[in-house]
């Protein structure tokens, strides 16, 4: 009998190349320009299409205002990108099952509303409210999840009452004022307000992070070799680091134009790393992975469905904990309108954007990095030409359209291939 763990075998035949995060079958002995190439052809279109959307937008804004790559608006969107990024982070993992979570708007305004009165009200340590609040986050993934896996409502009912239940709860909890301020020096506050200002903080963590990729590839072909089993090219990897370091060294280059590497972003990269390990280097990722290729195949293998399922909702709602936390502390106060507005939509539009497949099996955590800058580069740009927010909106939601559309036709073309 296979392990719980293992993949089921139409899956390992059907599943979309690329899906988990490894390379494509029957490449080791193509050039990167041909391995490309083919791809293009199947329907891998990967992080290609988000990567030149973002090209564009930044483009547009910056022939229209020069400030728009100034290195104080791009150290400032770098900052602006880590809370709703945290949120669509958590939004990712659901996603991949082929389902939604509705809730994690006011999820994120319920953690703020929670540490605001627990700290400030109820003179608890900063770090003990902290805790506490995410892991509020936590446990309304578990409940919810619990409804879905074990209690059969879809996700959508059950996240919907979700939004409703934790926004009005939130309410409450912040009483007649509405508003409750956090310390400005305290330790949420310097989540977003504290700077490495020396350069080598910045430069370091390009190099470091380009030469962890460029090993973490490497390790990977000598297993896969010693598997018998094909893997990326020298070539292509090389390409990758090479492009990989000049953004990275690039990214630095600008950040210590102006106040250095800001702590908000280091912790949403580490999030990034440490998630995408998770779901592309583990057991548990496998699992996931193979739920949102076929449900039903993956429950005949043995594994927990209901487990997976449940846990997938409890990292949402522990992301959208963390990630509202980051946005009280880029406003330094919990207010009636945290987590609403197009709070909601935009986490869910930057997971869609950034390459996350709705339809479930495909995507990844730098998805939500991707889909993120798309988004508010596009309100910062905005922002600076003094357009109506409705202009925003319009453009978002065709950029959103247009994101589901390649993901449509990638899937027509894969399952042409016999890659679905």
């Known amino acids: 009998m296979s392990r719980p763990w293992t993949l089921p075998l139409p899956l390992r035949r059907n599943r979309p190349a ?85 809730s994690v708007g006011s999820v994120s305004g319920l953690a703020a509303a929670a540490f605001a009165v ?42 919907l009452a979700g939004l409703l239940g934790w926004y009005g709860l939130m309410l409450y909890i912040l009483g007649a004022s509405g508003t409750i301020n956090i310390d400005d020096k305290g330790l949420v506050a310097q989540l977003t307000g504290f700077y490495f200002t020396h350069v080598a903080a910045a430069y370091g963590l390009a190099v470091l992070g380009t030469a962890g990729y460029f090993l973490a590839s490497y390790l990977d072909v000598r297993r896969r070799r010693a598997a018998g089993v094909p893997a990326r090219p020298m070539g292509e990897i090389a390409l990758r680091t090479g492009v990989l370091a000049a953004v990275s060294l690039a990214a630095a280059a600008v950040l210590n134009q102006f106040q250095g590497l800001p702590l908000a972003l280091l912790i949403f990269l580490v999030f990034l790393v440490g998630l995408d390990h998770v779901l592309r280097r583990t057991r548990y990722g496998r699992m996931i992975f193979a739920l949102g290729g076929s449900v039903e195949a993956a429950r005949r293998t043995g594994l927990n469905v209901a487990l997976v399922q449940i846990s997938v909702f409890m990292i949402s709602g522990t992301m959208a904990a963390i990630g509202g936390l980051f946005l009280a502390s880029r406003v330094t106060s919990a ?49 600076l030409m003094g357009i109506q927010t409705a202009v925003q909106f319009m453009i978002t939601g065709g950029v959103l359209l247009l994101a589901v559309v390649i993901d449509s036709l990638s899937r027509r073309a894969q399952r042409s291939h016999g890659r679905v």
Not at 45 to 66: D, K, M, Q, R
Not at 346 to 357: E, F, Q, R
């Open 18 to 102: 690329g899906a988990d995060g490894r390379p494509p079958r029957g490449h080791g002995g193509q050039n990167p320009w041909q391995v490309l190439k083919r791809r293009f052809h199947s329907g891998e279109l990967g992080s290609v299409p988000v990567v030149l959307g973002l090209l564009v937008v930044w483009i547009i804004f910056e022939s229209l205002n020069s400030n728009f790559l100034s290195p104080r608006n791009l150290s400032s969107l770098s900052v602006d990108i880590v809370g709703i990024g945290m949120i669509s982070t958590g939004v990712v993992f659901v996603l991949l099952l082929g389902e939604i979570d509705l």
């Open 118 to 159: 627990l700290n400030i009200n109820q003179g608890m340590p900063e770090g003990f409210a902290l805790l506490l609040a995410v892991l509020g986050g936590t446990l309304i993934g578990a409940v919810q999840g619990f409804f879905f896996a074990k209690v059969g409502v879809p996700a959508f009912v059950v996240t």
């Open 335 to 383: 207010t009636q309108t945290s987590g609403s507005g197009n709070l909601l939509m935009d986490a869910i539009a930057a997971a869609v954007i950034g390459g996350t497949s709705m339809f479930g099996g495909r995507g990844r955590t730098w998805s939500a990095l991707l889909g993120v800058l798309v988004i508010q580069s596009i309100a910062s740009g905005v922002a």
